[in-house]
Nanobody
Framework: QAQLVESGGGLVQPGGSLRLSCAASGLTFSRYDMSWYRQGPGKERELVAAITSVGGRTNYADSVKGRFIISRDNAKNTVYLQMNSLKPEDTAVYSC????????????WGKGTLVTVSS
């Protein structure tokens, strides 16, 4: 049974940093493109950042470019999201997503971790 478990969320002041982790189990992690999504209060879910399974190519939402960094460690079956210069509008539940590169209909989601940016 494939599972994605996020961690690292919490309360942080504006301008602060957090690093989120998403640990995968029950799947061949290196064969999955990984992404972070977020859903803020009263907002639709949006793609924050993505990283490919091979080559580690990355893509970011315009709203986080230059502040967030996505990375992965295939040896640890983990994807990370380093979030810097956090703003109140970054407040959201952050979830990770895994898409199998050979069958893109095979998708897994984590349950999410809450990030609150507030003074």
């Amino acid at each position: 049974q494939a599972q994605l478990v996020e961690s690292g969320g919490g309360l942080v002041q504006p301008g602060g940093s957090l690093r989120l982790s998403c640990a995968a189990s029950g799947l061949t992690f290196s064969r999955y493109d990984m992404s972070w999504y977020r859903q803020g209060p009263g907002k639709e879910r949006e793609l924050v950042a993505a990283i490919t399974s091979v080559g580690g190519r990355t893509n970011y939402a315009d709203s986080v470019k230059g502040r967030f960094i996505i990375s992965r460690d295939n040896a640890k079956n983990t994807v990370y999201l380093q979030m810097n210069s956090l703003k109140p509008e970054d407040t959201a539940v952050y979830s990770c997503n895994a898409v199998y590169v050979e069958a893109r209909a095979l998708i897994y989601w984590g349950k999410g971790t809450l990030v609150t940016v507030s003074s």
